[in-house]
């Protein structure tokens, strides 16, 4: 009889481990070490896709809270996870001088075939102000876009998402939205996220790049494992009780 009971809570504790862990939205801050360590270095992502070709000359570090380009660098850095279902991917950004472009990657396939949302300062054609842009084969196609340049040596924070078919794509600096914006595009339901610039030198995350999503596919698996720990140690309590 007692043996019955237990396997009883046991099946119970567990089933509620996963289906709370099933439904759980996924919350992560990545650690600039991380970026640094795991995520993949290669060309710029919007300079393909404006220009077409390869340029990469990236030496990516990390500087304390920062992953910076270290000098007028062109090239990416790209996750070592996939995001699908709904996500959101921010970070903060801010560009050290000079007056080229950076930004976020996100849907990202290969070079050729990715979401941008990237800033120029002026001095690159083609990439100057605040730009929404996919490449599907390399061919560019403009989503949304807001004229002006970036300020140097200031803080933005930039932030993309998507939910259902509706991707959003929002530039921040403290509590003021600069620039905010949701198209309907499907080109990429699943994909990496990231860092990009062309020749520019910038710094990237200080401390705050974050990752949420309502799939399992996220950078930590730690959630579903402490909830199955829980449970397990739930089971023990119980069965010492019942053995008392």
């Known amino acids: 009889m007692k043996k019955n009971l237990f396997s009883k809570k046991l099946a119970t504790l567990l089933s509620a481990a996963i289906c709370v862990a099933a439904s759980t939205t996924h919350a992560v801050s990545i650690s600039e070490s991380d970026i640094v360590s795991n995520w993949d270095s290669g060309a710029s992502t919007g300079y393909r896709i404006q220009y077409g070709g390869t ?15 270290n ?15 709904d996500w959101s991917f921010s970070t903060k950004i801010r560009n050290n001088g000079d007056n080229d472009f950076s930004g976020i990657v996100f849907g990202f396939q290969d070079i050729a075939n990715s979401y941008v949302l990237g800033w120029g300062g002026g001095g690159v054609s083609g990439l100057n102000g605040i730009q929404l842009f996919k490449g599907v084969a390399g061919v560019k196609t403009l989503l949304a876009s807001q004229a002006g340049n970036w300020a140097s040596n200031v803080t933005y924070d930039f932030i993309a998402s998507r939910s259902g078919n509706n991707l959003t794509a929002t530039i921040k600096n403290g509590a003021t939205t600069i620039f905010s914006q949701t198209v309907v595009d ?24 974050d ?16 909830l199955l720990g829980f449970a397990f140690a739930g089971v023990v309590a119980f069965k010492r009780r019942r053995g008392a």
């Open 186 to 209: 499907t080109s990429f339901m699943t994909g990496k996220v990231g860092f990009d610039t062309y020749s520019q030198n910038t710094s990237f995350s200080f401390g705050s790049t």
């Open 211 to 226: 990752f949420t999503s309502n799939t399992q596919g996220v950078p930590d698996s730690g959630s579903t494992l402490a």
């Open 55 to 69: 340029n990469n000359n990236s030496s990516w570090i990390q500087s304390g809270n920062t992953v910076a380009s």
């Open 71 to 85: 000098g007028n660098r062109t090239g990416s850095l790209v996750s070592d996870f996939v995001a699908s279902g």
